[in-house]
């Protein structure tokens, strides 16, 4: 089942609360992201107790509460963030969807890609709207490291437990790797001339090579062969988005 009523009245409300704050003025000030920020978590938490029942799964939806804002917050056009307020919906929803599908059937593969394009867009939003806020506001490098490790750790815990609920332990230890590795490449990244959305891009093609070998490790299928391959297309795709990207000089 792909359409469930309660879960899209939720994503409509989360939605439509990022598309009201498009349409107004963006202030790059605290209180303007508070005054967002609060809200949308709040609707999340709500959202989660009511459809799954349980507050532990509330990590995704809070992930993109939090940095869809920050990352609207940088967009210039109008119309592009309310394009964006209608996507992060959409992602929103499939993650919401995935969350409760996976809730009382772990094993359901259509409910764990679901889960894992929304924590793909999740993770894009989140490297991307952070840097963005570490460059405009003069954001320090130690608080960039802490946020991208606390929030690749809670997002990939959720997607490790949700799988195999039997071990939390084991979930947590490979969560915290692979935030651990992403908060220290969060320190290059600090001193890269790219922009906020070229930097997303690279953290989330790293992330998202981290986290095929950790689920690959998990299970018992990690090869020698799995992880060169990941490594080269990693290189590949990297060299791509720095050929293609404007080089920012630091001043």
Known sequence: MIFHFTIFLWSLIFSFGLWFVARGEVLLQWSWYLSVIGPLVLVSVIAVSRVTHRIADAA????????????????????????????AGGMYYLGLLAL??????????????????????????????????????????????????????????????????????????????IGLIIGECAWAFGFWPFGYLTTGALALILYAMLWDVAFAAFYGELSLKRVIIRILFLLAFAFLILLSTPWRILA
Do not use: H
């Open 60 to 87: 995704l939806p809070i992930l993109l509460s939090v940095t869809a804002p920050v990352l609207l917050s940088l967009i210039d056009s109008p119309l592009e963030r309310e394009l964006f307020a209608v996507i």
């Open 100 to 177: 409760y599908r996976l809730r009382s059937a772990p094993t359901d593969q259509t409910a764990q890609s679901l889960l894992s394009t929304a924590i793909m867009a999740a993770m894009f939003f989140f490297y991307s709207g952070v840097y963005g806020f570490y460059v405009n506001f003069n954001f320090p490098l130690w608080g960039l490291m802490t946020l991208f490790f606390f929030g690749t750790a809670a997002v990939s815990y959720q997607a490790l437990v949700n799988r195999e609920r039997r071990n939390r332990w084991r979930s947590l230890f490979y969560s915290l790797v």
